[in-house]
T-cell receptor
Framework: QQQVKQSPQSLIVQKGGISIINCAYE??????FPWYQQFPGKGPALLIA?????SEKKEGRFTISFNKSAKQFSLHIMDSQPGDSATYFCAASISDYKLSFGAGTTVTVRA | KAGVTQTPRYLIKTRGQQVTLSCSPI?????VSWYQQTPGQGLQFLFE???????NKGNFPGRFSGRQFSNSRSEMNVSTLELGDSALYLCASSSLEGNEQFFGPGTRLTVL
């Protein structure tokens, strides 16, 4: 039973474009929503995270939008670069360090 | 600070054997979590340790076990290996101050 549903499975974007990845959850007890970036052969790296009391958080070219009533959150990658080509995972937890991950989105940025 | 380290990085075992993986958390981090990553099931939570006590456990059979030492280093053990245990095993550490989990590079286990 997947607690966090992520889409799309993959996407291709041109350099300079915007990548958008969406996640939805059911458990309203979740109170921490991180995004991870993973390159082949590496462990996931924390990219950005948000808590339900905030609707948007921006760090550089990465922005999380959070819609508590819809139980959805999304990652926007602005001005996508070839170095952003990686697999991105959304996740959620209930402050107990047990992360429930989405299935992942493979992003390919074409030069 | 040095990141999370995991040893060994690669491991090949045969069915029926047992294996022990090691994780050293970021200095000062007392929580260590383990995850299994496979192409079919994605990233799944195995268990989490804090101050040598298991606080959380995922839905894995009893063949998967772990422990944490007084210096916060952690080991996980898989007994009676099955082909389906082939995966990337990831360790993550957290401080007391937040939920941020920082992952190591993982141990790639192949069961033949």
């Amino acid at each position: 039973q997947q607690q966090v549903k992520q889409s799309p499975q993959s996407l291709i974007v041109q350099k300079g474009g915007i990548s958008i990845i969406n996640c939805a959850y059911e458990n309203t007890a979740f109170d921490y929503f991180p995004w991870y970036q993973q390159f082949p052969g590496k462990g996931p790296a924390l990219l950005i995270a948000i808590r339900p009391d905030v609707s948007e958080k921006k760090e550089g070219r990465f922005t999380i939008s959070f819609n508590k009533s819809a139980k959805q959150f999304s990652l926007h990658i602005m001005d996508s670069q070839p170095g952003d080509s990686a697999t991105y995972f959304c996740a959620a937890s209930i402050s107990d360090y047990k992360l429930s991950f989405g299935a992942g989105t493979t992003v390919t940025v074409r030069a | 600070k040095a990141g999370v380290t995991q040893t060994p990085r690669y491991l090949i075992k045969t069915r029926g054997q047992q294996v022990t993986l090691s994780c050293s958390p970021i200095s000062g981090h007392r929580s260590v979590s383990w995850y299994q990553q496979t192409p079919g099931q994605g990233l799944q939570f195995l268990f989490e340790y804090f101050s040598e006590t298991q606080r959380n456990k995922g839905n894995f059979p009893g063949r998967f076990s772990g422990r944490q030492f007084s210096n916060s280093r952690s080991e996980m053990n898989v007994s009676t290996l099955e082909l389906g245990d082939s995966a990337l095993y990831l360790c993550a550490s957290s401080s007391l101050e937040g939920n941020e989990q920082f992952f190591g590079p993982g141990t790639r286990l192949t069961v033949l």
